[in-house]
């Protein structure tokens, strides 16, 4: 008598072989979840805590789905200049706003003193060559003689009102006579500030104060104030605050 025929007998399926979806779908709406939830902040981000709270998913999940995201490069982590310890995310096309990232006179979330000073010498060049110039005079100036140039006019009264505070240039109100000529009288204009009445310069151009894009919201007990501003700090050396 011959044997069982072994070659008809069902082969029992391979473990690696089942289908997986059910296993990884928890996983998947998960990382759904949180990239719906960085895209809804567009180019302000979210910080990584703050993710963890508002989709009630675990700190450590929600650790290992970020890390997949920036490898499938669908969201990128970004440096928030006012908290430089957070880890802050946003979609990878997307461009931070100025109040994360600190605009242009900010890169890598750190002051671009090459920029700033560039565009210092660019101002006052303007203003000695015409002797008295208004904010828009030199604006134009500049775009005159460099059509690369992409600073917008509030930028560069932002620069100017740091050389105001260097008193490297003084912010006066034209006569319409002399070196006020080509200014209309009455109008608040820029000069060079005479070597008579020089002091200390260029303390602007090293702290973040001067060319701010938040400075007119930063108030002493405000949400942007010194006490919380790293860059400020550093600039102080105040490691007391």
Known sequence: ???PDLSRKRARPDPSSRPTTGASSPALVERDKILELI???ANRGIWSADIKRETNIPQTIVQEQIK???SNKLIKEVTDIRYKSRKVYMAAE???SDEISGGTWFSGGSLNKEVINDVRKRCKQQIMMLKAATSDMIYKGMKKSDRN???TMQQIADILQSLV???EVEEIKS???GDFANVPAGKVCYRTVQSSSRTQVGALASIPCGVCSRLRDCTPDGEISPRNCEYYKQWLG???F
């Open 1 to 3: 008598m011959s044997g």
């Open 39 to 41: 895209r809804s902040r």
């Open 68 to 70: 997949m995201l920036l």
């Open 94 to 96: 997307l461009e931070p």
């Open 149 to 151: 140039i992409m600073y």
């Open 165 to 167: 505070i260097d008193k």
């Open 175 to 177: 006569t319409g006579k």
């Open 238 to 240: 105040a490691e007391y």
